[in-house]
């Protein structure tokens, strides 16, 4: 297992000492290792983050049937052919371009991460060449069972807005999950780049405030892989997903961190919280051909709070 600091860039680091936290050991690798390979082959979805060409972060999620996700080797990770893309961002995945990627399975609690290079697009999918690779814990993620359904993705362009409008924030208080996609900028080499990071809390744990969100940081893996990023580059995305009708929400905006502040101290389990400045998005209805069933929140999850509680 490696711990050498090195495995984390500057931001991070400087994250790790503004918490107070100190770098952790970190077994972050190089390669992915046979039950991270073995856990992608059985998902049938992926959650992505990439850049746009102002290098804006951007969040997605493709969909494909079990096995669309393949490892040649443990440092390439293939995408099938016929894997079904959002075409918002799309583009954004070429050749020579940098991405995080992220593996959950809602079902098992499992979810790891993986970063990469994409190396070529072709007749046999799009190809990853693996730059990092490591696990999560399983801490605030809601037990959920996934299914296929019989209807057709919508293929309408989604309604894109700079505010908030009412379904978007329905949406947003409904919510017990997030993605939220990061990036360190181009300076980091290998260290560096887009990531995606999960989110869970109770309904309720993002707070509204007009276009602002804010959101709390509960206990992790004290990798900041997150937050380390918004440090060097405060520009993030948010990803919302409708678990029962498969709409997705996706917010661009700008970030600061409250490492310090009493008002978290009102929101149980919350370390420290961070604020989303939305400045534009999109909503768009029947997004995946996915739904998931909620089967239980995680116990880690019921002990933490939620805003209306807190006012």
Not at 149 to 170: C, M
Not at 205 to 214: A, E, K, S
């Amino acid at each position: 297992m490696n711990i050498q600091p090195e495995l984390f860039h500057a931001g991070e680091l400087q994250a790790h000492a503004l918490a107070g936290t100190g770098t952790p050991a970190a077994a972050i690798r190089n390669f992915m290792p046979d039950q991270h390979r073995q856990f992608f082959a059985l998902l049938p979805y992926m959650l992505l983050a990439s850049t746009d060409e102002q290098g804006w972060p951007i969040a997605t999620i493709v969909t494909g049937a079990r096995g669309f996700l393949s490892t040649p080797d443990a440092e390439h990770l293939q995408f099938a052919p016929d894997a079904y893309w959002q075409n918002e961002g799309r583009q954004q995945f070429i050749p020579g371009k940098k991405i995080g990627m992220l593996g959950i399975d809602f079902s098992t609690r499992r979810r790891n991460r993986v970063n990469g290079v994409v190396q070529a697009i072709d007749d046999a999918g799009l190809r990853i060449s693996v730059t990092q690779s490591f696990g999560n814990c399983p801490r605030y993620i809601q037990l959920r069972d996934v299914h296929e359904v019989d209807n057709s993705p919508a293929l309408s362009a989604p309604r894109k807005f700079t505010a908030l409008d009412a379904a978007a924030r329905d949406l947003i208080k409904r919510a017990d999950t997030l993605f939220v996609a990061t990036t360190s900028g181009a300076q980091e080499g290998d260290r560096g780049g887009p990531d995606i990071s999960h989110r869970g809390g109770m309904p309720g744990f993002v707070r509204i405030d007009g276009n602002t969100l804010t959101i709390p940081d509960f206990n992790g893996n004290r990798y900041f892989n997150t937050l380390g990023n918004m440090v060097q580059e405060p520009r993030a995305a948010l990803l919302f997903i409708d678990f029962a009708s498969g709409d997705l929400l996706h917010l661009q905006g700008r970030t600061e961190i409250l490492w310090q502040s009493r008002e978290a101290m009102a929101l149980t389990g919350a370390e420290r919280l961070w604020r989303f400045h939305i400045e534009n998005g999109w909503y768009k209805s029947n997004a995946i051909p996915l739904r998931w069933t909620l089967r239980e929140m995680a116990p880690t999850t019921e002990r933490t709070g939620v805003w209306a509680e807190a006012h």
